[in-house]
Structures are given as C-alpha cells and as structure tokens.
C-alpha cells in the first residue's frame, strides 16, 4: 500500500471494529480519506461504532453489505482475525483491491524503528521483556500490537528517537506487503492456528513475511534451535543474530554450558546466558538460575529479548538487573495462590501443546493439569509423553475434553476426569478447579494450561485466565 496520505477523499474500508479497527478507520479519516467501517456483531455488541459515527465515520453493523467493496475502493483494512473467505474479501481479490492488516498501516506511519517479534509461543513474555531491557538501557520503548495496544496508535505518538516493540502474530503479518521492521525477531515454530490458515505452509509463509523486506542494515533474530527460523538465515539479506539453548555460537546469544537437546530445566546444572560479538569478544549476562522467571523455554524468551535490545544498541551491562528482575506476564505461568499446601498456576496463554508442555516440564512437582478448549483439528498425541511422566491428574474441558482424555488414557494416567458443559462457562470452569482441587495433595501443583485457545467457552484467554484465579480464590 502507500502511505496513508495518499488516500485523501478515496474510499477506504475498514473491516472489523474493536481498538485496532478505530484506531485505523479515526487515522483515515483525519488523513482525509472516505472511510467507511464494517463489522458483522450487532451495533448493540458493537460500542465502539458511536465513538466513529461522532466523527462522522459511517458504521455498518451485522451483516457484510455485497456493494461494500466495489471498483472505486482503494484500501481495504482488515481486523487479523477475519478469515480471507468473507464475500467482502472474495470480492476486494476479484477487484484487485489491496488487502492488508493494521501492522502495514502503522508502519507507514511511524517515524520510529519497529522490533517485530513473532513465533509460536512465548511473544507476549518476549515482548514485555524487550521493552523492559530497553528502558533499562535508557532508551525509549512503545510497546504495542498483538499484545493490546493498536500499533497505529503507537507508530502515531512514536519520535525518531523511540522504538516500537510490536508483538506479531501470523494474522497480523500475513496481511502486509512492505512491511519493514529494523528488527525481525522468530522465536519458534509449531503446528497452530490451521484452522484459519488452512496449512503449516501458509503458517509459516505469513511469518517468514517479516523479514521479506529486510536489507543489510536491518537484524533478523533467528532461534537456532529450530530447524524453520534457522532456514530463514537462508533467505533473509539481513544480519542474523541467532540464540541458542543447546550450541555454543561463533556470535550470537546462547547458553554455556549448553541445555541437552530434550530434558526438564531443572534437571540441569548451573548455566549462565552469554553474548559473544563478531570479533569475539564475550559478555556474560546473567546466570539461568538468576533470572526472574523459571524453565527452559523463560531461558529462551530471555535470550532472544536481551538480543533484540543488543540490536538495538543496549550495552550488554545495562541488561542484567531487568533480566532478573522482570517476573513475567498475567496469563503465562503465572503464579495465582497456595491453598491448603497446593500451589495455583494460570497458564490461559498457553493455546497450544508445546506451550503446555514447556510450561510442565518447566515446574517443580506432581502436576494436576486443566486442559482442553477449541477443537483445531489437532490429535494431541504431542502430549502423551507429558502425561506418561509428569501429570498425576487431568481435568478435561471444552471441544477437546474427550480427545485429550483419550490421550491421558493411553499414556495410562489413571485419573482423568472430563467436565461435561454447563450454559455458563464459568461455571464449567469452576466445577473444573474444583475437581482438580479434590484430586491434589499438598505440595501438587494445579495448572491451567489449556493447549487450546479460548474461543469455544470464552471471548478470550485473558477472560479464561482471570476465571480461574477467580475459581481457584474462592475455593
């Protein structure tokens, strides 16, 4: 696309409302563009539409018009999560019509250098930690994207002298074209979300889309430990500046003494994270042991977030305070309570079963877990091994609650309980905390930790996650 600017008094589509969809449609208009904003809720589940039509922003709410998208449209901005297959998309490809997200948008706009940060699992914590890092080395970061605030927002209020820290997902990036980030950072890759992109080839074509426009003056942080993101040190022109849980590197970040290639964190002995220059010369950041946030996959998040601000010009001195010192992010192995000598873990981010697994393996003590969610098509034999050596008990619920039984079953777990729906969620879910209260002793562990997104019970994994403390605070 062009710059936003360059759509004055021409017909602009926005496609779905929530922040992202007011910050676009409001940038438009204030630009001078003929902006007109669609989304499918009803205007009763649709707040957002009055702060728009105030300005004079037309809103079409409940339904897709068929003239929405005709021969004059210039632009059409989709909300990430809109499948591609809506008649008005169909419609816009047939025309030829531009097609992008928000994360293209904000980057025409900001005058600020972008850290993109992408992967399967661990964005959010990574992206938290990066924007910690950089203000801990003085510098000015704007954290924003997929982990809440609009991007637009951010690249609108950002100075050349700020950095933006945009978490990224596939559906973001899947819609852009010129996209450029200063930093492209790919933490990890596994089997999610084929439900909207159809095959693990579209997957991992929308994520390798942030660095297709990368030059030699930009840095690709590539997780070396997996087989996809290295391939993309293949393709990309930029600098790449690996990290590495279990290789030594010639440059780049990584762990000495080396983690085994499988294994629990806390099996392992004392290691610490270093940072070695191309002429060399090593950095030691901090012990594994020392920081914040506990397990193997932490250790990781921690690497690949102390090489993005290297990148960006931190000094490596400045970096250990805030890598011991940050303790994570509400959703993600997050610490709830202990009640009667059993501690609560909400875990509601980890959608998917490496997540979960990570997350297991990266505690101490019998676990009894709370799983299950929306059915993506996945058979969940990823986690038989995980239920074969580290969960006492499962408490299953939501679409997969019987494929994750039957897993538990031939992993030979003895107790696994499914929790049949109620018409409340919550209430599924407390009857779910309830159960695997019952089935724990003191000194277990009970986790929610889904390996399923949210969507079959609740709006969002923030909605889940705060129902379960809430579950587990009133037992």
């Not at 097609?99 to 992967?119: D, K, Q, R, Y």
């Not at 499962?394 to 994750?404: M, P």
């Not at 996650?465 to 809430?470: A, L, T």
């Amino acid at each position: 696309m062009n710059h936003p600017s360059a759509y004055v008094g021409r017909p602009v589509v926005v496609l779905g409302l929530a922040r992202s969809g007011v910050s676009v449609a409001r940038i438009f208009h204030d630009l001078g563009a003929s902006v007109t904003v669609n989304d499918r809720k009803s205007r009763e589940e649709s707040p957002e539409a009055a702060e728009l039509e105030a300005l004079g922003i037309p809103v079409i709410c409940g339904h897709h018009p068929e003239d929405l998208i005709g021969p004059s449209t210039a632009l059409v901005v989709k909300n990430p999560g809109i499948p591609y297959h809506i008649q008005p998309l169909q419609r816009a490809a047939e025309l030829g019509v531009e097609v992008v997200t928000e994360v293209e948008v904000a980057w025409h706009l900001s005058e600020a250098p972008m850290i993109g940060i992408t992967g399967s699992n661990g964005k959010t914590t990574t992206t938290t930690w990066i924007g910690e890092l950089l203000s801990a080395a003085g510098m000015h970061p704007l954290v924003a994207g997929n982990i809440g605030r609009p991007l637009c927002e951010a690249a609108v209020e950002a100075s050349p002298d700020d950095w933006i820290v945009a978490e990224l997902s596939s559906f973001q990036l899947k819609g852009t074209s010129g996209f450029r980030p200063r930093i492209g950072m790919l933490l990890n890759l596994v089997e999610t979300h084929l439900d909207y992109h159809g095959t693990m080839e579209d997957y991992i074509d929308a994520k390798r889309k942030l660095f297709a426009n990368q030059t030699a003056e930009d840095t690709a942080v590539l997780n070396w430990d997996d087989p996809v993101c290295r391939a993309v040190a293949d393709t990309t022109a930029a600098q790449v500046l690996p990290f590495s849980l279990t290789q030594e590197l010639e440059q780049g970040v990584y762990v000495r003494p080396p983690f085994p290639a499988v294994g629990d964190e806390q099996e392992t002995p004392e290691r610490e994270i270093v940072y070695r220059q191309r002429d060399g010369r090593e950095h030691r950041l901090v012990g594994v042991d020392e920081l914040g946030i506990p397990g193997r996959h932490n250790a990781a998040n921690a690497m690949a977030a102390a090489a993005a601000a290297l990148a960006a010009g931190a000094a490596p001195e400045r970096l250990a305070t805030p890598l011991r010192e940050f303790r994570g992010v509400e959703h993600r192995l997050e610490y709830v309570l202990e009640h009667g000598g059993v501690k609560y873990y909400n875990d509601s981010k980890a959608t998917n079963p490496t997540a979960t697994t990570m997350s297991v393996r990266s505690l101490q003590g019998s676990i009894v877990l709370i799983a299950g969610g929306l059915d993506r098509g996945s058979d969940y034999m990823e986690l038989l091994p995980l239920f074969r050596e580290r969960v006492k008990a499962l408490v299953a619920l939501g679409e997969t609650r019987d494929k994750l039984a039957g897993v538990a079953a031939l992993a030979g777990l003895a107790n696994v309980q499914t929790v049949e729906p109620e018409e409340d969620a919550e209430a599924t879910l407390r009857e779910a905390v309830r159960l695997a209260s019952a089935a724990a002793e003191a000194g277990d562990i009970v986790l929610l930790s889904p390996a399923c997104a949210s969507w079959d019970m609740f709006p969002s994994y923030e909605h889940r996650g705060r129902m379960f403390k809430d579950s587990a605070h009133t037992l």
